[in-house]
């Protein structure tokens, strides 16, 4: 079955750091998703992005956010300048119409734990 | 802003107990999807329920979305250690708008 990819599944960063964050979704998909979850929180909303620009971001999602679909398979989200309370997974979704009954799909996330 | 309530946040149970989780909010959802999250992993989708009233089973598992889609719950029959992990509700609304994700119930099944 079709699966959200997510590269790398674990990344450590000094703050301060510059980081990107790679996505590859359901490959018919064509609206993408960032959340991130803090440990022990709930997943929260960062971005949702459809032919090729943002559709909506939280308040998250600041000047220190951006993301990008470089080309027809990647998706990834870069934080310019990391902060400690960065520190989460990040989870990237896509769906592949932008209707309330096609669910989004998650990769396993990539773990970014900043120092 | 939409609130998801998920109760109880923590289940601890016998192996072939039945149990229910909760899922409530005061807002009205076009869908609700029910994930489950195993550690280190991202959210597994369970179902997708979409009309108010609406009931799916999923072996024993079985998902019912209220009447007036503010609602959903997750009724587990004769639990097994299997069944052992996150689970968590997310409303979805209208058009292209995020998840809403409630703060998940994490179960526990004892042997």
């Known amino acids: 079955e079709p699966e959200v990819t997510q590269t790398p599944s674990h990344q450590v960063t000094q703050m301060g750091q510059e980081v990107i964050l790679r996505c590859v979704p359901i490959?018919?998909?064509?609206?993408f998703y960032w959340y991130r979850q803090i440990l022990g929180q709930k997943v929260e909303f960062l971005v949702s992005?459809?032919?090729?620009?943002?559709?909506?971001k939280s308040e998250i999602f600041d000047d220190q956010f951006s993301v990008e679909r470089p080309d027809g398979s990647n998706f990834t989200l870069k934080i310019r300048s990391t902060k400690l309370e960065d520190s989460a997974m990040y989870f990237c979704?896509?769906?592949?119409?932008?209707?309330?009954?096609?669910?989004?799909?998650f990769g396993d996330g990539t773990r970014l734990s900043i120092l | 802003t939409q609130l998801l309530e998920q109760s109880p946040q923590f289940l601890s149970i016998q192996e072939g107990e039945n149990l229910t989780v909760y899922c409530n909010s005061s807002?009205?959802?076009?869908?609700l999807q029910w994930y489950r999250q195993e550690p280190g992993e991202g959210p597994v989708l369970l179902v997708t329920?979409?009309?108010?009233?609406e009931v799916k089973k999923l072996k024993r598992l079985t998902f019912q979305f209220g009447d007036a889609r503010k609602d959903s719950s997750l009724h587990i029959t004769a639990a097994q250690p299997g069944d052992t992990g996150l689970y968590l509700c997310?409303?979805?609304?209208?058009?292209?708008?995020?998840?809403?994700f409630g703060k998940g119930t994490r179960l526990s099944v004892i042997a």
């Open positions: 979704a896509s769906r592949n119409r932008g209707l309330s009954n096609q669910p989004q799909h």
């Open positions: 490959s018919n998909h064509l609206y």
């Open positions: 992005f459809y032919n090729n620009e943002i559709s909506e």
């Open positions: 807002s009205v959802f076009s869908s």
């Open positions: 329920v979409v009309t108010g009233g």
């Open positions: 997310a409303g979805d609304g209208s058009g292209n708008t995020p998840l809403v």
